[in-house]
């Protein structure tokens, strides 16, 4: 995660003390319940990254000894194994 989660909670109250400060949105629920729905849309958003670069990991592992070797670059095959799977299922980064 680029974000520590500790941020989150600072960001998220800051996101919604602007939206309402500026009268962009009318809440129908306590303020604390949809300070908490940005917090976890946040961090869902956020985790999506994570995921994605342990699953790029684990199909990483089948070239360790390749790798190991010298004879591929991890860094290069996890960037083009990212690449791939992010175009593959559309996500955005």
Do not use: C, H, Q
């Amino acid at each position: 995660m680029r974000i520590p989660k500790g941020w989150l909670t600072v960001i998220s109250r800051e996101i919604l003390k602007e939206l309402l400060d500026k009268d962009f949105v009318e809440l129908k629920a306590p303020e604390n319940k949809t300070r908490d729905i940005i917090f976890e849309a946040m961090l869902d958003e956020l985790m999506i990254e994570d995921t994605l670069n342990d699953e790029v990991r684990d199909i990483l592992k089948k070239f360790d000894s390749e790798i190991e070797k010298g004879n591929l670059d991890y860094r290069t095959l996890f960037d083009m194994t990212k690449k791939k799977l992010v175009k593959e299922r559309n996500i955005i980064l």
